[in-house]
């Protein structure tokens, strides 16, 4: 009886460092069930499902991308800008070629090259935000706020700050497009995760990234060439912001100067919510999906309720808030 | 002479390195044997892990030639350096602490499973590779473990794993055993003997001198960032080695501790920590003009006692009066208020700011006492008294306004020893107060507690240097796994009363 009780008591405080370790994942299901309960049940059906995870699929991709820059104790405001910047760009080679306010009238691209021309638009920007914090020794808070700005004059440049919509009914079915019941964007997002799920936790590379960010001394001491390895991560992210501008212009059939404006923020703010700590070295792939579809739910959440959109700025203010709060005592109890 | 070459595994010759203000290396030369252990001596700041840093690669030397087994070396990198079979455990702790014990021993060269270009890591060698390299090294620490949930000691014993499992034929140890025990020091003696039998060189850095003449067969040293020479262990004794380190006659190892013993200042009525592996129920009193040394093992809490008298942690009952009344201490300032000072264990961790410069790092703890018209800081004050401490340590240091993390460790622990000195506690509470610090300077150290007791401070004194422990206490408490085991005084303070009272529990 003794031994049943040990064997109890061991099992129940299994559970609960399991809910202590996984904060996010009780955060998520705690809100899900609120939300479940207050549309008595409306939001767990797949039409509402699906929705969510349209609306953040995008989002998800920038996650990943900062997600892992976070990891190595960095960060990237250059974001929204750039996201917007490859939007415009791959819109731009993919208008239907009758257009009259097309950037280039009469041209008709093949339908890779929107993709090509915006990922390779990330990813330079990624290089370029990679080069100036490992090489030029920046702070990444600076370094990504001069490529933001950079990223948002370029925009408004080369679209002469004019819509560029019209955009080919065959490039926007890759992003509006699904397979089954499955959105296609859920799809894309599924295999990046996968593949960041692997690179962090199956490859040296992934190693690397989480001992820069726990201590850039010891990695360095340990043969790491710790500025090859920023350079990498940097320009990863801003291949997978490349992705998420190409999947923004297909999914909206258009692109703006207001494209993905504060996508940055959103993206930090979910990592954050998912567990990706602000001081490096810890974070994965399941918290920074986890930290999307969080705050993925409060936005959802509160526009079916009726929320005005002013008083869900507060409130989601307040919820992320709360969220990092708990991370933090977590941490500095050790 | 050209046999001679052959008798070396490394030769660093005519090696310079000079940092804003400082030539931290001048001319150096060092030849070490092939299984042998070669000891390198010098005060804080005399060039020790300089040298080591630019053999590692860390550091481009600005002149001369390192060989290696006969071959040129030219390292940009600590890669190009563990990859020509150099490895080294450096003088801080550098480990990723929220990554398990496994993934820091093979960080950067983890076992790899290969599917043509695609490469990724091989779990499950690494789980086993690093049991095995425990079990041979007769280590109990089991690789699955985050590394910050390791006791220091422990993660210190990591790094020597690492820097074993290199299999490199010169291993370089930065004073490795500063935060180890007798016990576990042995343990390293023996992990090194084994290195050196196989043919590895080790050289090896140290304060402690009893250390040296048990294990080392050279030993070099160095003054002021010039080599003095190399010469066998077996023709120096303590006494010439500490001669040709600071350059002069030091035969005093402590100074004579001749306060008056006053009042009661301190006492502690049964502190039981809110933790609860942790102290319960320990008592004691400090008078006046007192140094109580508090012995015991790594693990006896007793670091944790002290940071909560500081109240850097949480008691669950207990209570704590100063100069007999009750005082409530909730946090470092409700401490420092009530005249008791803290010089913490782990200086990188709680201790320094790396970028601020001496002045201001000696300065911090005390800033309210400079203070005019209850506004400006009185700025040449401040540097004047911070000066006047930090010459008294003679802590070496390019200029007052040079940044902390300049200084070589042991000037940064001066460092963090002035400051406390400058806030004029009553009662100091020094843990571990001498790590990493050269013979020189503990003297000078010993000498300035002798004289705030001399002058009515009462002075806790937490170590497991045994000499010194019994050198400079009035009074010996010993804890045990968290309980008080006894108190000694006078002829009964012995080694082995201590240790008897250390090891009560096991
Ligand atoms: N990165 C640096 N920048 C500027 N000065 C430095 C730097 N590293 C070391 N120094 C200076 O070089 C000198 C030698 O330092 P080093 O760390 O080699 O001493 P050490 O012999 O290892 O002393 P300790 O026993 O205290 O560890 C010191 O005066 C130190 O201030
Ligand atoms: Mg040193």
Redesign the interface.
């Known amino acids: 009886m003794a031994a049943n009780a040990v064997g109890a008591l061991a099992r129940k405080k299994g559970i609960a460092a399991f809910l202590g370790k996984n904060t996010n994942l009780v955060t998520f299901v705690v809100l899900a069930t609120i939300l479940g309960v207050m549309t008595r049940g409306r939001s767990f059906e797949w039409p509402s499902v699906r929705n969510l995870m349209i609306a953040e699929s995008v989002r998800a991709f920038a996650a990943l991308g900062v997600g892992m820059i976070i990891i190595t104790r960095g960060i990237d405001l250059s974001i929204g800008y750039v996201v917007c910047l490859v939007a415009s760009v791959s819109a731009s080679f993919a208008q239907t070629p009758d257009y009259m306010a097309a950037l280039y009238p009469g041209m008709d691209f093949p339908i890779y090259l929107p993709f090509i021309a915006g990922i390779l638009t990330g990813g330079l920007f990624g290089f370029f935000n990679g080069v100036l914090v490992a090489y030029g020794k920046l702070p990444a808070f600076i370094a990504t706020l001069g490529t933001m700005s950079i990223a948002r004059g370029a925009q408004l440049i080369y679209t002469k700050a004019a819509v560029v919509g019209s955009v080919k009914d065959a490039y926007k079915v890759l992003a509006q497009g699904s397979v089954g019941p499955i959105p296609n964007l859920a799809l894309y997002v599924v295999v990046a995760a996968a593949i960041v799920w692997?690179l962090l936790?199956?490859?040296?590379r992934g190693?690397?990234f989480?001992?820069i960010g726990?201590?850039p001394?010891?990695?360095?001491?340990?043969?790491?060439?710790v500025e090859k390895e920023l350079v990498v991560v940097y320009t990863f992210a801003g291949l997978l912001y490349g992705i998420a501008g190409c999947l923004l212009s297909g999914r909206l059939g258009l692109a703006n100067a207001l494209t993905a404006n504060g996508m940055e923020l959103d993206a930090i703010a979910a990592v954050t919510v998912g567990g990706i700590s602000q001081a490096g070295?810890?974070g994965t792939v399941g918290g920074m999906i986890i930290g999307v579809l969080t705050l993925g739910i409060i936005n959802y959440g509160m526009t079916y309720l009726g929320v005005d959109s002013y008083y869900q700025l507060l409130v989601k203010g307040f919820i992320i808030l709360v969220a990092v709060y708990f991370y933090i005592r977590k941490y500095s109890q050790? | 002479m050209a046999d001679d070459r052959a008798e070396y595994v490394l030769e660093m010759l005519g090696i310079y390195k000079s940092f804003p203000g400082v030539q931290a290396l001048d001319d150096v030369s060092l030849h070490v044997r092939p299984g042998k252990v070669h000891a390198l001596m010098g005060e804080n700041g005399a060039g020790k892990s300089t040298l080591m840093k630019c053999l590692f690669g860390i550091y481009r030397e600005d002149g001369g030639e390192i060989i290696l087994k006969g071959r040129l070396a030219k390292f940009h990198s600590a890669k190009d350096a563990l990859e020509a079979g150099v490895s080294m455990i450096h003088q801080e702790l550098s480990n990723v602490p929220e990554r398990s014990v496994r993934e820091n021993i093979w960080l950067g060269r983890e076992p790899l499973h290969r599917f043509g270009p695609i490469t990724f890591l091989n779990h499950g060698k690494m789980h086993r590779d690093t049991a095995a390299l425990m079990k041979r090294l007769e280590m109990n620490i089991d690789p699955a473990d985050r590394m910050g949930g390791l006791s220091i000691s422990k993660q210190q014993a990591c790094e020597i794993a690492k820097a074993v499992s290199y299999e490199a034929s010169i291993v370089v140890m930065d004073e490795p055993s500063s935060s180890l025990t007798e016990t576990e020091t042995e343990h390293l003696f023996r992990i090194i003997r084994d290195l050196t039998a196989r043919g590895v060189a080790v050289i090896y850095i140290s304060h402690k001198m009893s250390e040296i003449f048990q294990i080392a067969d050279d030993v070099s040293v160095m003054r002021d960032g010039k080599m003095l020479g190399t010469w066998p262990a077996s023709e120096l004794d303590e006494d010439k080695l500490i001669k040709l380190m600071v350059g002069r006659d030091n035969t005093q190892r402590f100074p004579t501790v001749d306060s008056e013993i006053g009042e009661l200042r301190l006492e502690v009525r049964g502190l039981t920590s809110a933790e609860s592996r942790s102290f319960k129920d320990v008592s004691f009193d400090l008078r006046r003009g007192e140094i109580l040394g508090i012995g015991g093992l790594v693990g006896a809490q007793r670091t944790e006692l002290v940071e909560a008298i500081f109240g850097l942690r949480k008691t669950s009952c207990g209570e704590i009066l100063v100069n007999g009344k009750r005082a409530v201490i909730r946090s470092p300032r409700d401490a420092i208020r009530h005249g008791i000072g803290l010089i913490t264990e782990d200086r990188r961790g709680s201790g320094i700011f790396p970028l601020l410069s001496v002045t201001e790092n000696t300065a911090v703890a005390s800033l309210g006492s400079y203070i005019r018209g209850g506004l400006l800081l009185e700025h040449r004050r401040i540097e004047a008294e911070a000066r006047r401490f930090n010459e008294q340590l003679r802590t070496k240091t390019p200029s007052m306004w040079t940044q902390i993390q300049n200084l070589s460790g042991g000037n940064q622990q001066k460092v963090l020893v002035s400051r406390w000195l400058m806030t004029l506690p009553e009662i100091l509470i020094m843990d571990e107060p001498t790590r990493g610090i050269d013979v020189g300077a503990k003297f000078e150290i010993y000498t300035i507690m002798a004289e705030l007791a001399r002058n009515g401070k009462s002075i806790i004194m937490v170590s497991s240097e045994m000499h010194e422990l019994l050198g400079m206490s009035h009074r010996v408490m010993v804890l045990c796994a968290g309980r008080h085991t006894g108190t000694l005084e006078g002829p009964e303070a012995s080694q082995e009363n201590v240790m008897r009272l250390a090891t009560q529990f096991e």
């Open positions: 692997f936790r199956h490859t040296r190693t690397n989480y001992a726990g201590n001394v010891a990695a360095r001491v340990s043969g790491i060439n070295g810890v050790r």
